[in-house]
Nanobody
Framework: QVQLVESGGGLVQAGGSLRLSCAAS????????MAWFRQAPGKERTFIAA????????AYLNSVKGRFTISRDNAKNMVYLQMNSLKPEDTAVYYC???????????????WGQGTQVTVSS
């Protein structure tokens, strides 16, 4: 099992920045890819960004490219999501996820955190 704990959410004005953190513990050696998802009220959970645990290859949802950056620190078992130029439409609960395979980017994640709320005011 892998446990994931997110932190760093909060309230920020439009145009501001936040950095989300995800601490992974347990059988982290089994993790091949980490990702961030978000879920706005009344909407489905949506893929935001992903990074491979070994090589650091990244992928992003088009609407966050250039504003969000995913990174990892293997030594600390941490994954981060730096969010800049935040917009009210970025308001959502943000989830960290992990999977044991690099096959398929946006689905099939095996482990999930509890989520952290991000609210962007206009």
């Amino acid at each position: 099992q892998v446990q994931l704990v997110e932190s760093g959410g909060g309230l920020v004005q439009a145009g501001g920045s936040l950095r989300l953190s995800c601490a992974a513990s347990g059988r982290t050696f089994s993790v091949a890819r980490m990702a961030w998802f978000r879920q706005a009220p009344g909407k489905e959970r949506t893929f935001i960004a992903a990074i491979t645990w070994s090589g650091g290859d990244t992928a992003y949802l088009n609407s966050v490219k250039g504003r969000f950056t995913i990174s990892r620190d293997n030594a600390k078992n941490m994954v981060y999501l730096q969010m800049n130029s935040l917009k009210p439409e970025d308001t959502a609960v943000y989830y960290c996820a992990a999977k044991r395979s690099t096959v398929v980017l946006t689905t099939g994640y095996d482990y999930w955190g509890q989520g952290t709320q991000v609210t962007v005011s206009s």
